[in-house]
């Protein structure tokens, strides 16, 4: 299933943008994180402490839309030194919508409030919205989330009133190391192959690309947003094998399909067993 | 009140601005003709100047003088809090906020409304398949009772499940918003517009068929094998709704659910005709119908926990916690059920218990399956 792209009203062309994150050059300063929160004029997550983590957002949700993840654990990655005596590494990724291919939002929606823009992003339109909450339960990288007072689901919009404007998403342009880098997709492609390249003739061997293309995440045709990873995707929390579940759904139904027949079936012989006279 | 229409609370007016309705970028330039940089007529986000193509509206707009938002989003606030922080330094214990980071995919926000109506709409699209098959086999003489009161069942599931569903959404007063588009890759949307037509149709029937003209009664007759027709995906589409998700143990499930709904649907239904005195025949008819509906309930259960094995962690969350007591539960009153209708062939005053059963096992039926996929996205 594939939504066609809306070309942009005013120009008339249609990009296809993109994020391409590289965890491996991802300081953990949240800037991003701070920058969405600020442009998108979010609410704070509270002042608290998860007591596990440098990390305090904990998830993405319907106020979160970029979330800086921390991993911390005893396991070294290629090529880092520390001064600990133990083995250590200390894992970043900078997380979003994935703006998929395939999006299980938006084919799951049932209002239309989904939308594919002319950025080829995957938008909510928040006047549409009711709030049904499909699309939290169709989301296989557990992003879009529905706000428990206001009703309505809201996930990162790639900034779509920037974009409008030719800016840069406020993530982007706010991250520091160019982490987090924005542009149109084909060219952010190569530019993610040549830092695998780079980082394994480094003997970086643990990086790879996460959905930078649909034979990369077959399931969802790969990611608008995709990462380069410095270990396999579950240690970041992300599926391994994520799919669009739209994309099986025919098999949902030729399943109804058959048990239907079975019921319609079932009421004519209940009818026929009712007719015989006794 | 200021000169762009929206007021200190960011709420918006929907007046025009006095004077020139230009802003200029400089507040107080002393004088000096600054060319205004947009031009704004009407309140930002307000449909007018949305209409009048003054800005892109997001829903989240601010009015960059006064650094004020307004609009759609303005009222998100934080929300809940993910729970229970401490523990600090204890590797051995986790908290509900280290659980949620390793969490892949979100649990549903549905609440009890969501799986009840799997239940009710179920029950109704059920009832009204038997009543139409009751129709055309003219059952029941001239007093169709079977026939009546499945329409009636049909249509009563029809709005209370209807409530059900709107009440659970985030924003009730845009249900209709289900039928703006329509979107096959959407079970919801197909599901909304089955359950529209649906409850047209029950209504049609039950109204018109008591009427005591011809016409009437005919259009009823029309409209009750239409209610009978539709009901058909009102007993499944939920299942296939559910398969249709990221959630773990409902996508695994994805070709049983619609199976194990449909199935319920069909016992749950018989169910309710089993609670209505009838005519022989009739008593009969849906007799036969539940016998054969529960025992196909308790075999899909049997065949999809099987093929669910291959999955252990899948499996799991049936087997598990709240849910697979209610799995258990539901097992239970089914076969209860399908015992007590069996019964009823010789003691007829064992019906009411049967429908009553068949009814509550499929409530737990639809329970369960609600509360598996929760569990499935708890981090193992």
Known sequence: ?278 | MSEDGSDSSGRNKSTNSPGTGTRSSVAGTGGAATPPDIVMKHAPGSWQALAAGEFVSDGRNVDTRRAELSGEGADLDAGDRVGDRGHLGDPSQTTVAEEASKRVVKASRWTWEVPAYFAIGGMAGAAAALSAGAQLAKLGGTDRRMVQSGRVIALGGTAVGSVLLVADLGRPERFWHMLRVFRPSSPMNVGSWVLAGFGTASAGAAVLGRSRSRQLRFLGDTAGIAAGLLGLPMAGYTGVLLGATAQPAWWHARRWLPRLFVASAASAGAGALELIPMSPAEERAVRTFAIGARAADLVVVKAMTRDLADHPEVADAYEAGRAGRRMKAAEALTACALAASVASIKVRALRPLAGTLGLAGSLATRLAVTDAGASSTQPV
């Open chain 1, 1 to 278: 299933m594939r939504t066609t792209t809306a070309n942009d009203p005013v120009t008339g062309e249609a990009r296809r943008v993109g994020f391409f994150t590289d965890t491996s050059v991802c300081i953990g300063c949240k800037a991003c994180e701070v920058a969405c929160k600020q442009w998108n004029q979010l609410p704070d997550d509270g002042f608290s402490l998860t007591a596990k983590s440098f990390d305090n957002t904990i998830e993405l949700g319907a106020t979160t839309w970029r979330h800086v993840g921390f991993i911390e654990r005893d396991e070294p990655v290629s090529g880092q030194e520390t001064n600990l005596g133990d083995p250590f590494s200390w894992l970043f990724i900078a997380d979003s919508c994935k703006h998929c291919e395939d999006a299980g939002c938006l084919d799951n929606c049932p209002t239309g409030a989904l939308v594919r823009t002319e950025y080829d992003t995957v938008y909510v339109q928040s006047d549409i919205c009711n709030g049904c909450g499909t699309c939290v339960v169709a989301c296989p990288f557990g992003v879009i989330d529905r706000h428990p007072t206001d009703g309505r689901a809201w996930k990162c919009t790639m900034c779509y009133d920037r974009l409008k404007d030719d800016e840069t998403p406020a993530c982007a342009q706010a991250c520091p190391t160019e982490a987090i880098a924005f542009g149109e997709l084909d060219e952010l492609r190569q530019r993610a192959d040549v830092r695998l390249a780079e980082l394994h003739d480094r003997g970086v061997t643990e990086a790879q690309l996460y959905g930078a293309d649909d034979d990369n995440l077959p399931g969802t045709r790969g990611l608008h947003a995709f990462y380069l990873l410095l270990d396999s995707p579950d240690v970041y929390s992300l599926p391994t094998n994520p799919v669009a579940p739209q994309n099986t759904v025919n098999e949902s139904w030729k399943s109804m399909a058959g048990a239907l027949g079975a019921m319609a079936a079932g009421v004519a012989v209940a009818m026929l067993s009712g007719g015989r006279t006794r």
